[in-house]
């Protein structure tokens, strides 16, 4: 994407929200903190659910969130190499 579509992609959002805003405010009058309330949790709940269970090439399934996270004591970890593919150093080619 070049930069005047992105440019013209925020523009356009900023227009559509104007013009969407007052009506959007007229309709939650007294009970906007009830809506914001129920759609952060619809929201908070979905990231959770395609977190856990979504389209994870790494093997981050399942739930606790932060159980995938290594403690290596400072040291970076590198990825092993896939199967098949020589190490860094070996010169068998």
């Known amino acids: 994407m070049d930069q005047v579509s992105i440019w013209l992609s925020i523009l356009w959002m900023m227009t559509m929200a104007a013009m969407m805003t007052p009506g959007i405010l ?3 009058r007294g009970k906007a903190l009830r809506n914001a309330a129920l759609w ?4 908070l709940t979905l990231a959770l659910f395609y977190r856990a269970f979504g389209p994870f090439k790494n093997g ?3 739930l606790p ?3 995938h996270i290594e403690q290596n004591n ?3 970890a590198s990825p092993a190499p896939p199967p098949g593919r020589p190490k860094l150093g070996d010169s068998e080619l």
């Not at 952060?40 to 929201?43: E, F, H």
């Open 74 to 76: 400072g040291e970076s």
């Open 65 to 67: 969130v932060g159980s």
């Open 26 to 28: 007229r309709l939650n």
């Open 60 to 62: 981050m399934q399942g």
């Open 40 to 43: 952060l949790g619809i929201v």
